[in-house]
């Protein structure tokens, strides 16, 4: 469970019970490499998640509650190109907007918080 009370692992797999039968191994791998702190495989699995066209209506809400868990652990570059996609699947253009501004504002303070190590 993270700091602030979520719980990544739990979301996804509440997420497996209402996402369509082809995410669901995508989800499960997700979660066991999640467990197992693997996260350039989870990158490559976030990227195959992304590219399935069923997954459109979840990625932002993963990106809330999944990705922005572990954000800083992994390739920044992956982490824009996730955000992006899922942009693109907000409606409104200001809420994409705001998406995309406030995901930028946490990687600013992760590159900080890197070169302060």
Known sequence: ??????????????LRGEAPAELHENL????ELYDRKLWHQLTGVLASFVDAPAAAPYLVPLYREFVADFVKRVN????????????????????????LQAQADRLEGAADEREAL
Not at 1 to 14: E, F, N, S, W
Not at 77 to 90: D, F, G, H, N, P
Request: hydrophobic share 40%; glycine share 2%; proline share 5%.
């Open 76 to 99: 920044q570059l992956s982490v824009v190109q996730y955000a992006t996609k899922a942009a693109r699947t907000i409606k409104d253009p200001k809420e994409s907007l705001a998406f």
């Open 28 to 31: 499960a791998k997700m979660e």
């Open 1 to 14: 469970m993270d700091v602030d009370g979520r719980d990544p692992t739990a979301y996804l797999r509440k």
